[in-house]
């Protein structure tokens, strides 16, 4: 049981150092140039599922470069969580294995016997 604790306060404690989280995708773009060996770019298409829509924006790089940390940003975090969730649905099957061993320890021959039910009167 500690052990579980504190792996979860580790997650939970990793998670909450991640400071810059964002949705959507970054992809980087090359155009071709003057001279095939040397494409133009690269150009950033930033994309989002916003309101219903994909919503699609060009972006320069200072802006590409944040917005590459959010990303991962919000990639890690839900990496952790994944992790935190399969931790706990561990613990939680672990925890009914336990109970039900010590539910189904007792011999039948120790329990006490059902009572016999008597027939109804009319």
């Given at each position: 049981?500690?052990?579980?604790?504190?792996?979860?306060?580790?997650?939970?404690?990793?998670?909450a150092r991640?400071?810059?989280?964002?949705?959507?995708?970054?992809?980087?773009e090359y155009?071709?140039?003057?001279?095939?060996?040397?494409?133009?770019?690269?150009?950033?298409?930033?994309?989002?599922?916003?309101?219903?829509?994909?919503?699609?924006?060009?972006?320069?790089?200072?802006?590409?470069?944040?917005?590459?940390?959010?990303?991962?940003?919000?990639?890690?975090?839900?990496?952790?969580?994944?992790?935190?969730?399969?931790?706990?649905?561990?613990?939680?099957?672990?925890?009914?294995?336990?109970?039900?061993?010590?539910?189904?320890?007792?011999?039948?021959?120790?329990?006490?016997?059902?009572?016999?039910?008597?027939?109804?009167?009319?």
């Open positions: 049981m500690r052990n579980f604790i504190e792996q979860r306060q580790v997650i939970f404690q990793k998670m991640i400071d810059q989280m964002e949705y959507g995708s970054l992809q980087a155009r071709p140039g003057t001279d095939p060996e040397h494409p133009l770019g690269p150009y950033y298409k930033y994309q989002v599922w916003q309101d219903g829509k994909n919503r699609s924006e060009r972006v320069a790089d200072p802006r590409a470069e944040q917005l590459h940390k959010a990303l991962e940003g919000r990639q890690h975090f839900e990496q952790l969580a994944r992790e935190c969730i399969e931790l706990t649905v561990q613990h939680t099957r672990q925890h009914q294995t336990d109970t039900d061993a010590k539910r189904n320890s007792r011999s039948r021959s120790a329990r006490k016997p059902l009572p016999k039910s008597r027939p109804s009167s009319p």
